[in-house]
């Protein structure tokens, strides 16, 4: 019948593990289950469809990964601090992007929303310093806090669909106070190295001036930013 489950934590920190071939019966790939490994490239077979949190995180060699669109749940921080990932596709069933997904990826350049996507959980793309294009697609409708935390020069597309952004989606996370270690003393700054594209009358557009986010107003989508 062949293995159909990853287990969790199965291969976390196998630091010569350098290659990796997964059988096409394979189901779920559980929570850290090739977490600290140190592969360049893997192809997630197209019978998946659960990758669990953490599933790659911290694989400092991670270039290319190839997630099939029968994958259709992303857990946490699956792909997070995954330093050499260049670019990231997500599958075109999951409905949620979920916290920290490609947390700290600071190399990654393209990553492709699909319009299946509803909401855009916490901390999702911060930290990703390369970043500097993303249209985010006519079916979302929420995005979380901290979500761009520490983006640069980044130009994010923000449909009318949108309805749902938390105060701090487009802040960055900084210290305010007088002792480092007390998470109190660090707060919600307004990113001003970033700028939204949105349209007239949206919520979008309302957040970016309440908030003091830099934005252009369009009455399309931009063809190239």
């Known amino acids: 019948s062949g293995i159909t489950s990853i287990k969790e934590s199965a291969f976390s920190f196998c630091e010569n593990l350098s290659s990796v071939q ?29 990758i669990g949190a953490g599933a790659f995180s911290s694989c400092p ?21 995954c330093e050499s ?4 596709i997500f599958p075109n069933k999951i409905t949620s992007i979920e916290n920290g997904t490609l947390l700290a990826c600071d190399n990654l350049e393209h990553i492709v929303i699909p319009n299946s996507v509803i909401t855009i959980n916490d901390w999702a793309f911060s930290a990703c310093t390369k970043l500097k294009k993303l249209e985010i697609p006519d079916s979302v409708t ?6 761009f935390e520490g983006c640069e020069g980044l130009n994010i597309t923000i449909p009318a669909s949108v309805t749902e952004i938390d105060d701090a989606a487009f802040c960055n996370l900084v210290f305010q106070g007088d002792n480092p270690r007390d998470s109190h ?9 970033l700028t939204l594209w ?25 063809a190239d930013t």
């Open 85 to 88: 990932l260049v670019s990231f």
């Open 142 to 147: 929420t995005i979380g806090e901290y979500v």
């Open 22 to 50: 997964l059988p096409d019966t394979l189901i779920s790939i559980e929570m850290a289950a090739f977490l600290g490994c140190a592969f360049s490239s893997i192809a997630i077979p197209d019978s998946v469809t659960f």
């Open 185 to 193: 003393d660090y707060g919600p700054v307004p990113n001003t190295k």
């Open 198 to 222: 949105v349209f007239p009358d949206t919520v979008a557009q309302q957040h970016a001036i309440e908030h003091g986010i830099p934005f252009v107003t369009m009455l399309d989508y931009p």
């Open 61 to 81: 060699n991670l270039t290319e990964i190839t997630i099939p669109n029968s994958v259709t749940s992303i857990g946490e921080q699956a792909f997070g601090d």
